[in-house]
């Protein structure tokens, strides 16, 4: 009798313990969405591009907040750029008087704009510059493209709840010069694709070469 009534006991404990986890709220998660495109007119004519110069090798990891307000970049690395890698970074915030509240949610990437798709654009007047997007764990990869050398293109990255600065979680960011960043670090390096011009050249001179040494090896 004693065990019937300690095994209706746990059962009872058991249940009223599953109502009250399912009555802790869980924490939310913020979904972040890159795209890549072509040049965003409407954002140039607001503002110049920020410039990814020439110091910034193929490789080097560099790092900043999104989202920001400096969609527009203009590829001044003297490379053109083959891929674009991004790895989301811990989100360190927390505003406890916003609406909704915020404090420090866990991010990742996610399809923030509704299409289906993670990291292409469903904005009808600007065209995806890369043809493949793959996500593995914090690591999104953008490849199948180009990005010439001393052209412009669009990055935007959104969020869903919305974490740009003065959307309603986030403090208006200080007027520019001062950065525009948002609160979700981010760390990006880019590869690089030789120009058609330098491959032409090098195959011509390989050419060359090649003739050269079966001239000499003939006339000898």
Do not use: C
């Not at 891929?83 to 923030?112: A, C, H, I, K, M």
């Amino acid at each position: 009798m004693t065990t019937i009534a300690t095994k209706i006991a746990l059962s009872v404990l058991g249940a009223a313990g599953i109502s009250f986890l399912s009555l802790t709220p869980a924490r939310a998660v913020i979904f972040v969405e890159p795209i890549v495109t072509d040049v965003n007119k409407d954002i140039r004519e607001m503002r110049d591009p920020r410039t990814l110069g020439a110091d910034i090798l193929p490789g080097q990891i560099i790092e900043y907040g999104v989202p920001d307000r400096a969609n527009n970049l203009l590829n001044g690395t003297g490379n053109n750029i083959g891929s674009l890698v991004f790895d989301l970074q811990t989100l360190f915030y927390s505003n406890p008087d916003s609406n909704p509240s915020f404090e420090n949610e866990p991010v990742r990437w996610g399809d923030v704009d509704g299409d289906g798709k993670i990291g292409f654009s469903s904005i009808p007047e600007l065209e995806d510059i890369f043809t493949n997007v793959t996500v593995e764990g914090s690591i999104i990869t953008y490849s199948g493209g180009v990005i010439p050398d001393g052209t412009v293109f669009f990055n935007l990255f959104s969020t869903q709840p919305n974490l740009s600065p003065g959307g309603g979680i986030i403090a208006s960011a200080p007027p520019p010069p001062a950065d525009q960043d948002g609160p979700i670090q981010v760390s990006a390096y880019y590869t690089a694709i030789p120009e058609s011009t330098n491959v032409l050249g090098v195959l011509v001179f390989g050419a060359l070469g090649v003739a050269l040494k079966l001239k000499r090896s003939l006339h000898y």
